[in-house]
């Protein structure tokens, strides 16, 4: 059972766009959410974070939602750029569980066209 | 800051021999580490918390006898495959916290695992 979900697996953006990338969980005892990208044959790279106790969080370019009554949060990335194509991996933990380990989605590639 | 780093990078093995696998954090102590497995196109599975000093605590369905980790300091965890096996090719990730608990984790750059 995937606890954390990202439902499209990929997204095709214009460059100077709004990308918005879409993730689900199911376990509410979730308290603390994080967005990494990724790029081919490297780790993960941690780019914004939400907790619970808030709805939005904003750094840059990204902004992160959090809707916890509809248990969904999304990443908005503004302006886009060419740069910001990867793979990009909602995460969630809950810090009153284990030692942190974190749950990821299955990844949403994100392409954004010059 | 909050540099990890993994060595080899890449690696291919013959089947049945036993490969390790360095995961270091360079400007931080890491109380606990852990190590993931992706295979194409999915997820990034956990397969174990590494904690310094103690054993490693498996998810469910990971072999301890086969995938050995050992966190031998605050900076250094290895995660040795034993016997490997074609089907433990994979691209193995492991990640540090800053301290205990915390949040957001810093990934190493991955090994790939080619078995023969």
């Known amino acids: 059972d995937q606890q954390v979900k990202q439902n499209s697996p990929s997204l095709s953006v214009q460059e100077g766009r709004i990308s918005i990338l879409n993730c689900d969980y199911t376990n509410s005892m979730f308290d603390y959410f994080l967005w990494y990208k990724k790029y081919p044959a490297e780790g993960p790279t941690f780019l914004i974070s939400i907790s619970s106790i808030k709805d939005k969080n904003e750094d840059g370019r990204f902004t992160v939602f959090l809707n916890k009554s509809a248990k969904h949060l999304s990443l908005h990335i503004v302006p886009s750029q060419p740069g910001d194509s990867a793979v990009y991996f909602c995460a969630a933990t809950n810090y009153g569980g284990s030692q942190g380990n974190l749950i990821f989605g299955k990844g949403t590639k994100l392409s954004v066209k010059p | 800051g909050a540099v990890v780093s993994q060595h080899p990078s890449r690696v291919i093995c013959k089947s049945g021999t036993s490969v390790k696998i360095e995961c270091r954090s360079l400007?931080?102590?890491?109380?606990?580490m852990f190590w993931y497995r992706q295979f194409p196109k999915q997820s990034l599975m956990l397969m174990a918390t590494s904690n310094e000093g103690s054993k490693a605590t498996y998810e469910q369905g990971v072999e301890k006898d086969k995938f050995l980790i050992n966190h031998a300091s605050l900076t250094l965890s290895t995660l040795t495959v034993t016997s490997a096996h074609p089907e433990d090719s994979s691209f193995y990730i492991c990640?540090?916290?800053?301290?205990?608990?915390?949040?957001?984790?810093?990934f190493g750059p991955g090994t790939r695992l080619t078995v023969t």
């Open positions: 990640s540090a916290g800053q301290r205990q608990g915390a949040y957001e984790q810093y």
């Open positions: 400007d931080f102590q890491a109380t606990t």
